[in-house]
């Protein structure tokens, strides 16, 4: 990180003038920021909460082609997002990973008028798919996807072989699909590791958590450091909006009456602790269309089950939740696929909704809306800078809609390109190792630089791929006192985060740079424990410490499905139930580890 945040402000303070201005410190703000700065441009990023807090944080963790875009006619996108998972299977390796997708059919021939309707430009009502189409988009699939290099081809399965392998599927399947696509462990991280990246080989740019831009005066950036209270302002040649569904708002900031680009849709998820709905996926995803029509989908993530999405048009991004209706909707869905596996309401652990940030569009069914990304430059206006406006997009296509964005604001600015992302590594996905023995071996190597135990080594390559090198002599030979309320993490771990990634508050730590509330891990008790630390590395106060606090578990409760009883009651579960082994982790039973 290039210097803690009061040493970045005192920079941004000395700062008369920017080249590029990136509002908005989400996923695809964050690879357009780092686009430029690779390029030697003084770019500034802020975001007005933390980096990847907004849609960005509430992706399906898929990193996927788009089976069912080929159905609105957008091949060029599918192509696009292929080409992009490919490149983040290698590029990302210690967070994105092949994930087997299985489409349960009921009949052959489903579908097949409607996708020729709507091939035709028809507009047909969304309906379950045959086999038949299903086969012959997952063949264009595998050609677009590279013919099996990155990943395998598809295969079919009968009604014999699909009961075998899939027993709690609902015996009206008649025929299985299965083709791969992509999942990404840890999203968050991997735009946090993203920033680390650029801050250390462009220390001519600046990335700011936690300040918001409020504005312009007199062609000056107005923004305020939402932790500290204190004003700043900048003079930037090149005003870069990537506020996702905040576009608008953003843009209506900035210039007078610019017209609405974004008619975003709210999507929402469920993460479900099931034992026979997690024996029932094994190691694939369940990807499947509803009664209604609408694609859901269901799979391992981090030892829990992921279940969604809904998509529901919303007039604003601001307090989006899964509501309840939504849940239900979401369950209902499952129970369509697997119905006679029973979740109960506490099996619910966790639940988030994102906006996704789409083009303002005229289409009766929100399915039909372009997921594809765009670039629009706002009428110039006397007295502001230009202001490029990246509307649209999904996950996987960050990095090209970043290059894209980047390049205009290049060209704006009369420079050149000097180098390219496209095979460049992400954090600690440099030198990651994917092979078994060459796994065993760089765990080896990092036991013998560090003095940690070999199992311990092996966790944190699993939770910060090669970066667990660093962290790992960073804890020392002496081992790292696990949390008394979490002890699959220690505390020199926590607090070499909350010293190195940009956590600027509690919730940071917790939601973002780590996934133990996604995984249902969090209790009072551990939020208490992980407050005393965050504030001893930060220097907070009791007061502080008490008001982050308060302000995490509110956050909690209004828009994430955890109360303060289920934490409460978490707490009582953790002091009677050892700790279980998750997939990607052994268990720590032992009071140290070493």
């Known amino acids: 990180m290039s210097g803690t945040r009061t040493e970045r402000l005192d920079r941004l303070r000395r700062m008369e003038r920017v080249s590029v201005l990136v509002v908005g410190g989400g996923i695809n703000g964050i690879s357009a920021w780092r686009e430029l700065a690779l390029q030697g441009v003084d770019a500034v990023l802020v975001d007005r909460g933390d980096f990847m807090s907004g849609a960005s944080a509430a992706p399906s963790r898929m990193i996927h082609g788009g089976l069912r875009y080929m159905e609105n006619g957008e091949f060029a996108l599918v192509r696009e997002s292929l080409r992009e998972r490919n490149l983040l299977l290698t590029n990302a390796p210690h967070m994105v990973s092949p994930l087997p997708t299985l489409i349960p059919l009921a009949d052959r021939f489903s579908g097949v008028l409607a996708a020729a309707r709507r091939f035709l430009g028809g507009k047909p009502k969304p309906r379950p798919r045959g086999a038949l189409i299903v086969k012959l988009?997952?063949?264009?699939?595998?050609?677009?996807?590279?013919?099996?290099?990155?990943?395998?081809?598809?295969r079919f399965y009968g009604r014999r072989e699909l009961n075998r392998r899939f027993p709690d599927l609902d015996p009206a399947q008649r025929f299985g699909a299965v083709y791969y696509d992509a999942k990404i462990a840890y999203p968050e991280r991997l735009g946090v590791e993203m920033v680390l990246d650029t801050e250390a080989v462009a220390p001519q740019a600046l990335a700011f958590n936690h300040l918001g831009m409020d504005g312009f005066s007199d062609c000056k950036a107005l923004v305020t450091d939402r932790l500290a209270g204190e004003k700043l302002s900048l003079r930037p040649d090149i005003v870069v909006n990537a506020t996702g569904a905040w576009i608008d708002i953003t843009n209506g900031l900035i210039a007078k009456n610019p017209a609405p680009l974004i008619g975003g849709t709210k999507g929402s998820h469920l993460v479900i602790d099931n034992d026979r709905l997690r024996n029932a996926l094994g190691d694939n995803m369940v990807y499947f269309a509803n009664r209604e029509g609408r694609v859901c989908i269901m799979f391992v993530h981090l030892g829990q089950v992921l279940a969604g999405s809904t998509d529901i048009s919303v007039e604003t991004p601001e307090g989006?939740?899964?509501?309840?209706?939504?849940?239900?909707?979401i369950l209902a869905s499952i129970r369509e696929v697997f119905p006679g596996i029973k979740i109960a309401p506490e099996e619910i652990v966790f639940r988030f909704a994102g906006v996704r940030p789409l083009p303002r569009s005229n289409a009766g069914v929100n399915a039909e809306i372009s997921r594809d990304h765009q670039c629009g430059w706002l009428p110039e206006q006397a007295g502001l800078p230009p202001v490029l406006s990246l509307v649209g997009g999904?996950?996987?296509t960050f990095r090209a809609f970043g290059e894209q964005a980047a390049d205009l604001v290049l060209e704006k600015l009369g420079r050149k390109r000097i180098v390219s992302t496209r095979d460049m590594r992400i954090g600690g996905g440099r030198d990651y190792p994917t092979e078994a023995n060459v796994r065993r071996d760089w765990i080896a190597d990092a036991v013998a630089h560090s003095g940690l135990a070999a199992a311990r080594v092996s966790v944190l390559l699993d939770r910060y791929g090669t970066k667990a090198a660093v962290l790992a002599v960073h804890l020392g030979g002496e081992g790292d006192e696990p949390l008394a309320s979490l002890p699959a993490y220690g505390r020199r771990e926590f607090a070499y985060l909350v010293a190195h990634e940009h956590v600027a508050t509690l919730a940071d730590l917790v939601l973002r740079r780590t996934a133990m509330a996604l995984k249902g891990e969090l209790s009072l008790d551990a939020i208490e424990e992980i407050a005393g630390l965050t504030a001893s590395v930060l220097g907070w106060g009791e007061e502080r410490r008490v008001a982050e606090i308060e302000a995490l578990i509110t956050l909690l409760e209004d828009f994430y499905g955890v109360d303060r009883a289920t934490l409460e009651h978490r707490n009582r579960r953790q002091d009677h139930v050892p700790v279980e082994k998750s997939p990607h982790e052994p268990s720590v039973r032992k009071r140290q580890m070493s």
């Open 137 to 154: 988009g997952l063949t264009l699939y595998d050609l677009y996807s590279g013919a099996g290099k990155a990943v395998p081809r598809h």
């Open 320 to 329: 989006v939740r899964c509501e309840a209706d939504e849940a239900d909707y």
């Open 394 to 396: 999904k996950w996987t």
